[in-house]
């Protein structure tokens, strides 16, 4: 009775302790929070047994080794909708404080309605008083490019690259009304003479066009069934028209929406994906896209379960790509974010509570953690462009989503916008676990670097440097270099290299070499600066950052347990002799 009652006694400590550290954020909650993405203890705890119910599904096949194309820019985007802005000061406006906050990319709607109103190559706007004559004649008549050439113009300005959003088709399109603003054109080659309209204007300085918007979900295929077929024709067509005006044109596929709906308005983007590549469309795009929202738990939320959506829901976008032999491509999210919306059904009538709800101070601090956590476990994942920055005014304020915003139509910063300046301010770029090209936005490179073209290069071009730095972390670094000439020279953390790289051989045309420079036993942060022999350049393809910590660590593991066996072994046995005399 004694022993039971010291048994109940040490579990009623443990027990009083571990709900101290609930109650106080400790250790335990951080490391539940860690795996589940929640913060509330009841939520912790039953996320913990769906995160251990990880183990019961098959594990996706992501391919983290892969080189990936389009993963070496800047990753921070915010998407704008600058076309609202009546004023040009506003937009110029909102283009700085973007600028400022050290975002490298605006996604821009380039609505097709508001560039070609009227009719089939029509590209005037016609449809305001401008000179309050109350006629609408020819004084009133502007280019309706003029709008999107500043925007083009104010974005180059502040060093903002752009992906130009292709949707919305204008009336005219659809000779009946009924199938809805949003479906496509009745006559697919109207949209294909739309993009290839926008390409050819501002060629050479837009280079990245998404196609469409949602086309697996009401109602953006508009008052009829969503159907991936008709996509992939829409696609198709406008991939192969885009690349004629500029084969350097990146296509960026439609943003799929998040839903585990299979009807035939809301379709899983899981099956209407998989439906794209059942028709051809993967040569279609070079960028895949989907939306990359936390809703209800946090970035850090690792439960893997194909029915509940989370921000690694891109997840299972990966796997499907990488089963369809598609896993050279990336993934970019064309919107992500926490929805910061009042809790008060009153105020918000539309959509109430179908993004999740947190406090503006919450959605502050998960998007920062959600873009570190991208760059340090999803070497596929590319922009994540936050949702959104801006609204003209305030009369959505009653629907939802108008609180995804960062800052208010006055121009008041939210803390969104401050956590997200301070955090691009601060965060250190570093090269974590995947393939990464030279041309990586987070190497530094000599001013006599040159980009070089091969075929046998991993996607065709690789960079001729004097001098290459990088932080990275991991235990391995391989270096991709040219074959021809000496192998580069190598500093790491401060000190030239004295040890002796593990180089493989040659690839088959003999133009490339690997050479493995092993770092640390365990996984940390190494700076490394690549120089060619003597200061003569050196052309580098890629990098490859290796994380081999537990192929490290699981021989030393097996080894202590063997020995402790052995050791544990020998002590009974001397106590069993012990007592026997």
Known sequence: MRRLRLILAVLLALAILFAADLATHGLAWSWMESLTGEEAPVAQLRGLVEWLGNITRPQLRTEPLTPIQYVDANPYGVNTFLEQE?????????????????????????????????????????????????????ADVISA?????????????????????????????????????????????????????????????????????????????????????????????????????DPK????????????????????????????????????????????YGFFSGPDDQRMRPTTLTFSHHLYIRDIMVANGDAAKPIWLAEAAWNAQPEDPALVTSQYGDFGIVSEDEAARYMPLAYA???QEWPWLGVINYWFFKQADDSRRNQSWYYFRMIEPDFTPLPIYVAMREYIADAQPVLYSGVHQAEDWAIERAQDTAVGQSATAQFGAYISSSEVALMAYGTDVIVRFASAGSPPEVTLDGTVWDGQPIRAASDAQ?????????????????????????????????????DRSAQHLIPLVVTVGIAGVVLLHAVVASLRARSRT
Not at 166 to 177: C, M, V, Y
Not at 520 to 533: K, M
């Open 86 to 138: 009546v004023e040009v000061a506003k937009r110029d406006r909102q283009v700085e404080m973007i600028a400022e906050a050290g975002f490298g990319w605006i996604r821009q709607e380039f609505p097709w309605e508001d560039i070609e109103i009227h009719a089939r190559g029509d590209f005037e706007d016609r449809r305001n008083d401008r000179d309050g004559d109350g006629d609408i004649d020819s």
């Open 145 to 245: 490019w003029d709008k999107y050439d500043h925007i083009v113009d104010v974005a180059q300005q502040y060093g903002l690259r752009i992906q130009a959003r292709l949707s919305n088709p204008p009336a005219w399109t659809h000779a009946d009304p009924a199938i809805g603003d949003k479906a496509p054109p009745d006559d697919v080659q109207d949209f294909v003479n739309y993009a290839v309209a926008v390409a050819e204007r501002y060629k050479g300085r837009i280079q990245h066009y998404q196609i469409w918007n949602e086309p697996n979900i009401y109602p953006e295929w508009g008052e009829q069934p969503v159907d991936p077929l008709a996509y992939i024709d829409l696609l198709c067509r406008t991939y192969d028209a885009l690349k004629a005006v």
């Open 249 to 292: 044109i990146v296509v960026i596929s439609a943003a799929l929406a998040p839903t585990i709906n299979l009807t035939d308005r809301n379709l899983s983007d899981y099956v209407f994906l998989q439906r794209m590549y059942d028709a051809g469309g993967a040569r279609c795009f070079d960028v895949m896209s989907t939306q990359g």
């Open 373 to 375: 956590r991208a760059q």
């Open 510 to 546: 003999g133009e490339w070499s690997d050479m493995r420079l092993p770092m640390s036993f365990l996984a940390q942060a190494h700076t490394l600066r690549i120089s060619g022999a003597s200061g003569s350049p050196v052309a580098i393809d890629s990098f490859t950052v290796l």
